[in-house]
């Protein structure tokens, strides 16, 4: 299975429209790709708090008409990262969007975790509530964004749904970079499952952004890893490997606390 990472660059000096033109090319770009995935809030910013009730949209706003496009164009499953949702009741959402490879809207997921400790998403954004699997035709996705990366309980819901690639788009700031590649590799180890972890590029509202998106295995070994600046990480994987390291190390069966065993 080919994934291909687009670690593009949010900054201020480009609109929206400009950006979201640009992101729906190097969709396109990633023809031949199996899954495609574009980092958190990357029409905004993540940390561009106060622009994102002006850039709000309804689930098949702008974002979704291009992302859609973009993904039937390159016959990919696209995981278009997430955009401020306006929800038809006017509260804002962090969410992300799945495509089919014939760009039909395969499932949503709103953050179920908020980040701002009382400030910023945290109370400008609702919550989510459900846990969110896509099944391709290789492996069945687990959705999680940005700081729900923190939360391992999170991930334990989803692997108790099928999951077996757990993908992370993020807008994580630079000055948090060793906690973005410890809990990735962490929660691919202690889930025995694939992680494509998707950041952004950049400068948001004044905040560095830490780049360095990374594919993980089952085993926590880091299979790619990009730098700092924009780029699209693209690496090829197995996914029978989740099946063989669960088999071969079946720490998962022996769980006592918490959600049940996952599904066979």
Not at 21 to 32: E, F, I, T
Not at 42 to 56: C, E, I, K, L, S
Not at 99 to 123: C, Q, T, W
Not at 180 to 185: E, H, I, N, T
Request: net charge negative.
């Amino acid at each position: 299975m080919r994934a291909s990472l687009i670690q593009i660059a949010v900054n201020e000096d480009e609109s929206a429209e400009a950006r979201r033109l640009r992101a729906a090319s190097l969709v396109r770009d990633q023809a031949g790709a199996d899954l495609v995935v574009l980092p958190e809030l990357w029409t905004t910013g993540a940390f561009a708090f106060d622009t994102f009730d002006a850039h709000a949209e309804p689930v098949e706003g702008p974002t979704y008409e291009a992302m859609a496009k973009a993904a039937s164009d390159a016959g990919v499953w696209l995981h278009a990262g997430s955009v401020p949702e306006r929800a038809p009741d006017g509260r804002l959402y962090n969410t992300s969007l799945i495509f089919s490879p014939s760009g039909e809207l395969a499932a949503s997921y709103r953050k179920i975790h908020r980040f701002g400790f009382d400030k910023g998403e945290a109370v400008l954004m609702g919550a989510g509530h459900e846990l969110v699997t896509v099944r391709l035709p290789e492996t069945t996705l687990g959705v999680a964004t940005c700081y729900d990366l923190r939360f391992p309980e999170l991930f334990r819901g989803l692997v108790a749904a099928g999951a077996e690639t757990l993908v992370v788009p993020a807008g994580w700031p630079e000055r948090r970079r060793s906690h973005w590649s410890l809990l990735a590799r962490a929660r691919a180890v202690e889930n025995q499952a694939f992680v494509l972890a998707c950041a952004t590029a950049g400068t948001h509202a004044g905040v560095p952004q830490s780049g360095h998106s990374v594919v993980v295995d089952p085993w926590g070994e880091v299979l790619a890893e990009a730098g700092a600046d924009e780029e699209v990480l693209t690496v090829e994987f197995d996914p029978a490997q989740v099946a063989r390291t669960r088999e071969q190390f079946p720490a998962l069966k022996d769980r006592v606390l918490g959600v049940e065993a996952p599904r066979p």
